[in-house]
């Protein structure tokens, strides 16, 4: 069973970077896709990133484009979201999920969840 594990999370100044990390303790990643979602206090969760098994495609959130880059390295197990240029308002707890479809935006696309990392953002 794939059970994704998110890592990287951290309180940064507004303006900086972070790599946020999601490894898999169980089965591997490779045929999957994964998707990063996030979820600030009382808020829902919401999309933020995606990428195909293949990493042929994409997808983001209009709020996070040009700003955050989603990869995966499928040797490793792990696929990574790169985050610049943050801003307060990307303060959130944020969670990777796997899913068996090719391009799943929709969070009951996702099978299997990580616990989340929590990513804050002063400013």
């Known amino acids: 069973q794939v059970q994704p594990v998110e890592s990287g999370g951290r309180l940064v100044e507004a303006g900086g970077s972070l790599r946020l990390s999601c490894a898999s303790s169980g089965r591997t990643f490779s045929a999957y896709s994964i998707g990063w979602f996030r979820q600030a206090p009382g808020k829902e969760r919401e999309f933020v990133a995606l990428?195909?098994?293949?990493?042929?495609?994409?997808k983001y959130v209009d709020s996070v484009k040009d700003r955050f880059t989603i990869s995966r390295d499928n040797a490793k197990n792990t696929v990574y979201l790169q985050m610049n240029s943050l801003k307060p308002e990307d303060t959130a707890v944020y969670y990777c999920?796997?899913?068996?479809?090719?391009?799943?935006?929709?969070?009951?696309?996702?099978?299997?969840w990580g616990q989340g990392t929590q990513v804050t953002v002063s400013s």
């Open positions: 999920a796997a899913s068996i479809y090719s391009l799943p935006s929709r969070m009951g696309e996702y099978n299997y």
């Open positions: 990428i195909s098994w293949s990493s042929d495609n994409t």
